[in-house]
């Protein structure tokens, strides 16, 4: 590195960290995007320069639901064996997210001394990143429709995909979920190492094919897939009978593994992490330990106590993971007969500013229970309509509640959640970050 190069990185380092501890210091938030965005105009070469000092290999997360849960059960998994990792664990998951994340781990020189790092990177980016990351491993989750405003449907995702992992170096290691048809045959048009990970236990099947579900015809000629069940959405065991295109082979037998957090999809991110964790040479011991352990990441599937009750917060933010949610939620209540659920839905820049996607939840499914459910949010309205439509208020009366102001939506929630129940709550991305403020008195971002 030429010494003007060495000068301007040494800059582009300082003013990241002063910024870093000027937000912090000032408590303005987490200083997640701020420090990368400024760093980066300083110094345009940061992301390559900084991804090819990690000793061992970077690690991409990608997918639209579980990649923070994923991430930090893989970090937890590799530091537990020793290994200095570096990860973006705000989620902040855009280029100038990464670039702080790393930043973070790096001495005033811009030297990075980390094994690994694992980075979220939002399923927009990746071919951008791609550009000036090299990885050693591609872990792709499950593609479902988010944010439409945004990304455009999942067959648009996966093309841009395979255009910027095909050129790849051939030893990178790509680990998707055999489960999702649109995964399954990206890895199948791949020339690089490709393995998977999905579900071999019929008895999680559901009953029927969700109406919400993404990819039910085949990605190599069109025709309507067979399925033999589905586990969550348009994720299961599926077939062509046109062209011949069936579910890959997982590397392993899902019901060996072990799983604390609840949900199907909770169980995707263990097998998943799991995958990763094998492929980089981790005993099957000493994964099953860390998974047996394993807490939540914050906002999901996260407990906390407050005024001597259970509260568990679990992000909702589009039609498959809030259908999931309400499933694991709806068992629950039935279970535990808990009685109060809180719904935050917002439309900000992190959630996707068109809400009608909760018109294909299976919101249903908690009305019949009878039970307390309070909305809030800015979306308070469009959430309360959909709960509206959802009740059979004869046959199961249900208490719903709209209030405007958050924290009094969380009080009132609270007081109708006896000492021995659990009040669940439901939030979008940027409702879950307030929700959590509130509750614990502090911010993520």
């Known amino acids: 590195m030429q010494l003007f190069d060495r000068i301007r990185l040494g800059i ?11 937000v912090k210091g000032l408590r303005l938030g987490a ?14 070469r940061l992301l390559p320069l900084l991804c090819g000092q990690v000793r061992r290999g970077v690690i991409l997360v990608v997918g639209t639901n579980g990649k923070t849960t994923t991430s930090l059960l893989l970090r937890t998994i590799l530091e537990r064996q020793g290994a200095k990792v570096t990860h973006n664990t705000t989620g902040a998951n855009l280029i100038n997210g990464l670039i702080t994340a790393l930043l973070a781990d790096a001495n005033l020189f811009g030297t990075l001394k980390a094994d690994y790092a694992i980075l979220e990177v939002d399923e927009n980016i990746l071919p951008l990143v791609l550009k000036d990351c090299r990885p050693r491993a591609i872990l792709a989750l499950n593609l479902f429709r988010d944010q439409l405003d945004r990304y455009g449907e999942v067959d648009t995702i996966s093309r841009r995909w395979q255009g910027s992992i095909s050129p790849l170096p051939t030893d990178t290691l790509v680990i998707l979920n055999a489960d999702d048809p649109t995964l399954s045959h990206l890895g199948q048009q791949l020339p690089q190492r490709v393995v998977y990970f999905g579900l071999s236990e019929p008895e999680l099947y559901l009953e029927e094919i969700p109406h919400a579900v993404d990819s039910i015809y085949c990605p190599k ?5 067979d399925y033999r069940g589905v586990y969550l959405s348009h994720l299961g065991d599926f077939s062509c009978p046109s062209c011949g295109f069936k579910k890959s082979n997982p590397a392993f037998h899902s019901h060996d593994w072990p799983q604390i957090l609840i949900g199907v999809y909770n169980k995707y991110n263990t097998l998943a992490a799991g995958l990763v964790a094998q492929e980089l040479g981790i005993k099957d011991r000493e994964i099953f330990e860390t998974v047996q352990g394993f807490k939540a990441a914050f906002g999901r599937a996260e407990e906390l106590e407050i005024e001597g009750k259970k509260v568990r917060i679990l992000l ?24 109060t659920t809180l719904l935050v839905l917002n439309d900000r820049i992190p959630d996707g500013t068109d809400v009608s996607w909760i018109w294909d939840v299976d919101t249903e499914k908690l009305t019949p229970l009878g039970t307390t459910l309070v909305v809030t949010g800015d979306r308070l309205y469009d959430m309360a309509l959909r709960l509206q439509y959802s009740q059979d208020s004869l046959a199961y009366p249900v208490n719903l509640i709209v209030e405007s102001d958050l924290k009094k939506a969380i009080q009132i929630a609270l007081n109708n959640t006896k000492n021995e129940e659990t009040l669940h709550i439901l939030p979008t991305y940027s409702a879950m970050l307030e929700v959590r403020e509130i509750l614990t008195g502090r911010k993520i971002l």
Do not use: F, W, Y
């Open 12 to 22: 582009a380092v300082a003013v990241a960290k002063t910024v870093t501890a000027v």
């Open 316 to 339: 909702s933010k589009n039609p498959v993971g809030m259908n999931e949610t309400i499933r694991a939620v709806a068992d629950i209540l039935q279970k535990e007969k808990s009685s």
């Open 221 to 225: 000629c069109g025709a309507s897939l």
């Open 31 to 44: 200083a997640s995007v701020l420090p990368g965005e400024i760093a980066r105009r300083l110094h345009p």
